[in-house]
């Protein structure tokens, strides 16, 4: 395959080319309506690019007679360890089916990681050709550029996304990632390998300006995240590579780089002067680790974090966050895979970085031990955030760089039918991203149709999309929706007993998570079955920890009831779990602050819960606590 710009022509192979696509395609595909569904979009990229890679390398095993496979013990000791870390988290998992396919939102079931460790093998193939390791190294600096510029653009108003997309983070820059933090992480590898652009082109004052500008682009991109994590990361591993420079003569660009350290300190002390994002942090990462006292040795498989936080949240975790949504991840990578995966898990990161940093100080190939730098600085980044399927990918290439050196070419005997196998396997990753693609299509398709009350339009996709992927929890929950609000405006049985049903499968896909519970409570009272909700919300009260969410639908059932008392006494116990931000002059003249704005854009039916709680502290003749809070709101 040939690519021509100019008189410059850049010959690939077919899998070089897909390989350096995904790369490429991976960091700016992106889904117009928001960061929910952003997984869904990235990872039908990677699912079609991994099916090429398959096809193509087993279509070469089969007819290329030169064709080596590239590989060591030592590598794929490693291998089998992570592999049968996460195949025994499968056997714990409190979801197995959804630990190992991954939720339809976020793709981070056990397919994933497999994904991911394909992409490794098949960089160990292509970073053998010499020209491959300097093309990836440009492929992450360009595609980081392009992203950056987005992002600076995006910050002064120049978006395509929907208004409530860039609303909800409070000015805060995602560019194509759908999430600031996501952007944030992703910058790390075009921040290390623009430097060390900047370094193998010293000579040319021309290259080395272009890439100047380019590292301050991704800088001020990095900048508009307000992404402490990443910032932090990098100050630390920038302490670690200077300790190792300090005995060479790199003396202006460690200077510069230094200069840049001091501006990034100052820029995580200037946005974290509030210290909720800290204060939030340290919350979730106490209540992690009771889970971690309940189940230390074993894990409860990936991607099983968020039903068991709903199981040990410490009541003092939604003054910092919103009590709508309980977090899916702990914020800390090591706490995730010691829940995910178990003591094993734990010990394999642990392990890994261990070989990384001693990689680094004993690797005497410059470039190598500036990805190994960008590996690290990803690592201690997620010790306080977390990786999606773009960091994960960009995390396989880079290892896969890394560890190259280590591999030595053989030729594949016998393997006919594996290379068969892999062509099937690559043609069934084809057909499931475009699976992807059509479910997607069917669900927002299903929405449009609701919001226009095509009922039989509704129901069709949504029942497509179910055919298509049962065994996604997010599909079951969509269709569940979809269903709920039909079912009462409708008056069919039939609507009922299908979100019933879809409900019950929500259930055990979820490993019995707080929504899928809940939504077995609404489905009574909707049916008008109140002892059965009440029967319900009292094991909900016993299995789960104190929620604002339970709260809210316990006492909005006794106030529908007209049982004041009970309400007043059930709102009491949510108002103490409430964050201060709520306490907003809405009803006054004054400006809310941007914490308030946005938590009263997202929770746009407080005000009617705040009218049904002050109704029932009348009611019961509390009418200075009644008092109390229509002065909050002046």
Known sequence: MLIQFGKRKIEFSFVEFVFFGILILLPLVFDYWGFDIYEVTKNVVLRFGIGLLLVGYGIKILFDKKFKWYGSKKIYYWLVAFLVVIGLSLLTSVHPLTSFVGSYYRQAGVVNFLLFVLLFLFGLQILAVKKNKSRLIAVISYTGVIVAIYAILQKFGIDVFVKESVEIFGGRSFSFMGNPTSLGAYLIFPFWTLILQIKDNWKSKVWVGGYAVAFGLVSLALYYTQNRSTVLAILIVGLLVIAYYLRKYWKLLLGLFVAACVLLAGFVSYYDSDLRSLNSRLVIWESSLNIVKHQPILGTGAESFAVRFENYVLPNFFKYEDYYNLVDRPHNEPLEWWINFGIL??????????????????????????????????????????????????????????????????????????????????????????????????????????????????????????????????????????????????????????????????????????????????????????????????????????????????????????????????????????????????????ALTDEQRIFWKNHSDFADLLDRIVFSYVAVGKEQEAKEILEKLK
Request: proline share 2%; charged share 15%; net charge negative.
């Open 345 to 590: 898990g734990l010990g394999f990161y642990l392990a890994l970085f261990a070989l990384l940093v001693t990689c680094f100080w004993q690797s005497r190939d410059q470039k190598v031990k500036f990805m190994i730098a960008v590996v690290i600085t990803l690592f201690v980044s997620n010790w306080f955030s977390f990786s999606w399927t773009v960091h994960y990918v960009m995390l396989a290439v880079t290892l896969a760089y890394v560890f190259v050196g280590l591999t030595k070419g053989v030729k594949l005997k016998r393997l006919k039918y594996g290379a068969i196998v892999a062509v099937l396997l690559g043609i069934g990753m084809l057909i499931w991203g475009g699976t992807l693609i059509v479910v997607n299509h069917k669900l927002s398709s299903a929405v449009m149709a609701l919001s226009v009350n095509d009922i039989e339009g509704v129901v069709a996709d949504t029942e497509d999309a179910v055919k298509l992927a049962p065994y996604y929890l997010g599909v079951s929950i969509a269709a569940f929706n979809n269903y709920y609000v039909l079912a009462p405006v409708l008056g069919s049985s039939d609507y009922f007993a299908r979100a019933i049903e879809l409900n019950e499968k929500a259930k055990l896909q979820s490993g019995y998570d707080l929504r899928s519970l809940l939504n077995e409570v609404r489905l009574a009272l909707e049916l008008k079955e109140y002892s059965v909700a009440e029967n319900l919300l009292a094991e909900i009260y016993e299995l789960k920890a104190p929620n604002p969410v339970v709260y809210q639908v316990w006492g909005d059932m006794y106030f529908e009831q007209q049982d004041f008392a009970k309400a007043a006494e059930v709102y009491q116990e949510l108002l103490g779990l409430l964050p201060d931000v709520w306490q907003a002059p809405v009803l006054g003249n004054e």
